[in-house]
């Protein structure tokens, strides 16, 4: 097996559902060993997410669940007992990272807040993502990837004027927040490379909405009065930036440079109405004619399927696209040439193909080595192997509802 | 000594526009050296964007932001000596960042090959929309064509409605984020095995990991996920809410029945509680349009932070949908620093985005704002290079420093 780039490193999730997950998914799919800590019994919220195999429900097939573990090794721990708070210590003493997104209050009250942590292992790094951060007079607020994309900024520009500004599909506030906690542990490693030295990473999921997604704008709100403009299919700048139907579904609009919209006029056949005064200024055009120019587009789309639209497109170097479906990504041959999706094995569920690598790396590849772990499923090579416990330890603590 | 955690690496920084330059710009936060290449022969479009930059390609306030941190140098690549300082760079370099298509490095002479031969322990990292190849590699395209391509805007508008797709950068920050943790982990793979290695990504790839959900959906059920609204599986209700006049939109999502509960007290509703259509997860998400419309009907009485306050209180998620001055005026926001002010000599003053994590311990600031064009040539192409004053001179003179 080809070593990946972060064999090697010991990763603990004290998680649930999606951000801390994602993030260690990221590692564990890069090589990094991670040891998921799940509740007894219940288990890992995602598990009873879906999407299920015809719908029903199984706390072992969830497909959000899947997807979010893999590569990685699951174990069952009940952290309120005495016995559980001193076994994860135990973990947290060998490890190099533990990476959780439990409330700031939930882990001061279990003794697991980074300064206790820090004298059992002063090397570890312990990444929190929280809704808020571990600072601030909305720390302890309660919200799902619902609110903080809200506040964060990605709400406002999305969905119809005069109706509710919708949401990012798919809670992405937690993908978000995830990965930015997957990179910024990685800047705590090199960090540690020069001092030796652990340190606590305080990622807030609203803090990445307004700072990297939406903090670039702020300054046009303040100085120049600009406000979020919801406006449908549209962003109202220049024409065409929009979405449109054609024969069979959507295409994607955009051209920033004025040659690309003729171009496009062009390998339409050049429309009567092209020479019209409302048209020749693009960004009039956006501002005051939008809906006479969609309804002339239009007509011209509705002439041919979004495939048929792409190929006049890439021909003429002109810069829209369909706008696909899930079922044709799933099935398209770029990603299918690039190997995107894979398929993986696996208890309960088989066969089963899942979205693969974000990234390709050319020496230590993403590679899937096992699928997600069923519930406990590592629970006797963790404890009995890398902690030292014995078999009959085990059947005790489960038992007392340790493990 | 080092304070920054990659105060030891030079980045050279290739790239345009959004995904590559906020990409370097979260390397250049962490405290590496982040040398963005530009020319006048072409700028970066970023500097010129129509309405933001009347007074030419230093007073744009979005460019500033996603390049703080970052040096300068004006390079021609295209002339032979331009492209001689650009290997020079390489050889002292640790990263290679760039955006170009497949067909637009290799014009540029920057492909792997080429570049690992004078430094094989540079990592090169280009993130065009569809990767190094497959048959979409050579497709030109703006964000909003990643979303389209990649399966993302397609699950964008209200629920059973047409399709209104992503139309922010969406993508482009999820790459560049990505993309940042890719470069860090063949960074720190370099440690252990003393090479570089070549990272390809595909903004497309990963607009569709963040959409893992509907792709298992598909995979599973032969189900295709449509528009989403403000809709999820497991909560009701879970919406954007209208407040009293003008003031704005609530997010309010209850996921368990003792929030349902809180909620319905909290608001004066106890009758909702205990109403048949709503009497758990699954009725709620049943007869969720009746539902909206009895939360909006409360909500609608009252101001978006009054309501913060009140359901908070109660244990209940809600948060207004903040607009670009809202946020700037949130006190939390403010606490955690999410905008800075940042002096720029073209300017005086921009305010521009905070930076997304925060350490204990080392320290992540702005120290310097984004470049004018060629301001580090001098340190650059002197200092780094090792090129005397009249070198320096003469490339000017001749355009290669341009």
């Not at chain 1, 801390?20 to 007894?40: H, R, S």
């Not at chain 1, 014995?390 to 038992?399: C, G, S, T, V």
């Not at chain 2, 002292?92 to 497949?102: K, M, T």
Request: proline share 5%; aromatic share 8%.
């Amino acid at each position: 097996m080809i070593k990946q780039a972060l064999s090697g490193l010991k990763v603990i999730e004290f998680g649930n559902f999606m951000s801390a997950p994602y993030c260690t998914k990221l590692m564990a799919d890069m090589g990094a060993e991670v040891i998921k800590i799940e509740q007894p019994v219940t288990g890992d919220e995602a598990r009873e997410y879906g999407p299920f195999p015809n719908g029903e429900r199984h706390h072992e097939k969830s497909g959000l669940f899947l997807y979010l573990n893999t590569n990685k090794k699951g174990i069952t721990l009940n952290v309120d007992t005495p016995e559980g708070q001193k076994i994860f210590n135990d973990l947290i003493k060998n490890a190099d990272i533990l990476v959780e997104n439990n409330p700031p209050k939930r882990i001061a009250d279990l003794g697991f807040d980074y300064p206790t942590l820090k004298q059992l292992n002063p090397r570890l790094i312990m990444t929190s993502i929280t809704s808020f951060g571990q600072t601030g007079p909305y720390r302890d607020f309660k919200a799902y990837a619902l609110n903080t994309a809200g506040m964060g900024g990605q709400t406002t520009r999305t969905g119809e004027f005069e109706r509710e500004p919708i949401t990012p599909p798919l809670s992405q506030s937690h993908y978000q927040s995830g990965a930015m906690a997957a990179t910024a542990t990685m800047g705590a490693l090199f960090s540690r490379m020069s001092n030796g030295a652990g340190q606590h990473v305080d990622i807030s999921e609203t803090d990445v909405w307004a700072t990297i997604h939406h903090g670039h704008g702020v300054h046009l709100g303040i100085f120049e009065g600009r406000k979020s403009i919801r406006a449908g299919h549209r962003t109202i700048s220049v024409y065409p930036w929009c979405i449109l139907p054609c024969k069979d579904g959507y295409m994607c609009l955009i051209a920033i440079q004025g040659y690309q919209w003729k171009r496009f006029l062009e390998a339409m056949g050049n429309p009567e109405w092209m020479k019209d005064e409302r048209f020749q200024n693009r960004i009039v055009m956006a501002f005051q004619h939008a809906d006479e120019a969609d309804a002339l587009v239009i007509a011209l789309l509705l002439n041919y399927s979004k495939e048929e639209l792409f190929d006049i497109c890439r021909r003429n170097q002109i810069t829209f696209a369909p706008v696909r479906d899930i079922a044709e990504v799933a099935n398209d041959p770029h990603f299918k040439e690039r190997g995107y999706f894979v398929e993986i094995d696996r208890e309960h569920i088989g066969l089963l193909k899942y979205p693969g690598a974000p990234y390709q790396l050319s020496d230590t590849p993403w590679q899937l080595k096992s699928p997600a772990p069923t519930l406990g499923e590592h629970n006797e090579e963790v404890y009995c192997n890398q902690l030292g416990y014995k078999k009959r330890d085990l059947a005790r603590m489960q038992k007392a509802g340790v493990i | 000594m080092v304070r920054y955690p990659l105060e030891s690496f030079r980045v050279i920084d290739f790239s345009w526009v959004w995904a590559g330059p906020l990409l370097g710009e979260i390397l250049a936060d962490m405290g590496a050296e982040v040398i963005k290449v530009e020319t006048n022969k072409r700028l970066d479009s970023a500097r010129l964007t129509p309405g933001r930059s009347t007074e030419g390609p230093e007073t744009d306030f979005i460019f500033h932001s996603i390049n703080r941190n970052k040096l300068g140098v004006t390079i021609d690549m295209t002339t032979e000596k331009g492209f001689e300082l650009i290997k020079e760079l390489i050889r002292i370099s640790d990263v290679a960042l760039d955006n170009f298509s497949p067909k637009g490095l290799k014009r540029l002479g920057l492909d792997y090959e080429m570049l690992s031969e004078i430094n094989p322990k540079l990592v090169q990292v280009s993130l065009p929309a569809a990767g190094q190849y497959g048959p979409l590699s050579d497709i030109v395209t703006y964000a909003p064509s990643l979303g389209a391509l990649c399966g993302y805007s397609s699950m964008v508008g209200y629920p059973g409605e047409r399709v209104l797709g992503e139309q922010t950068p969406y993508l482009d920050v999820t790459s560049s984020i990505h993309g940042a943790f890719a470069v860090l982990a063949a960074l720190y793979s370099r440690e252990q095995t003393g090479k570089g290695q070549r990272i390809d990504i595909a903004q497309i790839e990963v607009g569709a990991s963040v959409i893992g959900e509907a792709f298992m959906e598909y995979f599973m059920n032969n189900k295709v996920l449509g528009t989403q609204g403000n809709r999820i599986r497991n909560m009701a209700p879970h919406n954007n809410y209208p407040c009293q006049g003008d003031s704005g939109w609530i997010s309010i999502a209850i996921k368990t029945e003792e929030e349902w509960r809180n909620f319905c007290e909290a608001t004066g509703n106890p009758q909702w509680a205990t109403d048949e259509r709503f009497k758990d997860v699954a009725s709620r998400l049943k007869n969720q349009d009746e539902l909206d419309k009895l939360v909006a009907s409360w909500t609608k009485e009252h101001m978006d932070y009054e309501i913060m306050e009140l359901l908070q209180k109660a244990g209940v998620a809600a948060i207004p949908c903040l607009d670009l001055t809202e946020r700037f005026s949130n006190p939390h926001l403010e606490s955690r620093e999410a905008h800075l002010h940042v002096e720029h000599p073209a300017t005086g003053m921009d305010i521009i985005a905070g930076i997304g994590f925060k350490y204990s311990d080392t320290p992540c600031e702005v120290r310097r704002p984004a470049p004018m064009l060629g301001q580090d040539n001098e340190y650059v192409i002197g200092e780094l290079l090792g090129k005397s004053k009249e070198e320096i001179a003469q490339l000017v003179e001749e355009k290669v420093l341009y």
